[in-house]
Nanobody, 124 residues
Framework: QVTLVESGGGLVQTGDSLRLSCAFS????????MGWFRQTLRKEREFVAT????????YYADSVKGRFTISRDNTRNTAFLQMNSLKPEDTAVYYC?????????????????WGQGTQVTVSS
């Protein structure tokens, strides 16, 4: 049974940084591509970033390109999302997800396992 647990969210001001972590357990972490998505009450779940099994194949949503960085540490079974220059429109619940068969996907249906999310709130 794969389990994903996000942490690192919080309340910050415009321009601040946060680093989200996603702790993975239950199966070999390096077998899965990882992704980050976000969701607000008004929107569907939105793709943020994804990373391949060995740390390559990184892709970002246009809205976060140049500000967010996805990474992973396969020795610690953890994925990360470094978020810099945060804006109020980045406010959302952030979810990490694991994909068994797909690499580089921005489609949430291609991800098999999901965490419960961590709230990020950016005040203006």
């Amino acid at each position: 049974q794969v389990t994903l647990v996000e942490s690192g969210g919080g309340l910050v001001q415009t321009g601040d940084s946060l680093r989200l972590s996603c702790a993975f357990s239950g199966r070999p972490f390096s077998n899965y591509a990882m992704g980050w998505f976000r969701q607000t009450l008004r929107k569907e779940r939105e793709f943020v970033a994804t990373i391949g099994r060995s740390g390559g194949d990184k892709y970002y949503a246009d809205s976060v390109k140049g500000r967010f960085t996805i990474s992973r540490d396969n020795t610690r079974n953890t994925a990360f999302l470094q978020m810099n220059s945060l804006k109020p429109e980045d406010t959302a619940v952030y979810y990490c997800a694991a994909a068994t068969y797909y690499t580089g996907s921005d489609n949430p249906v291609n991800y098999d396992y999901w965490g419960q999310g961590t709230q990020v709130t950016v005040s203006s």
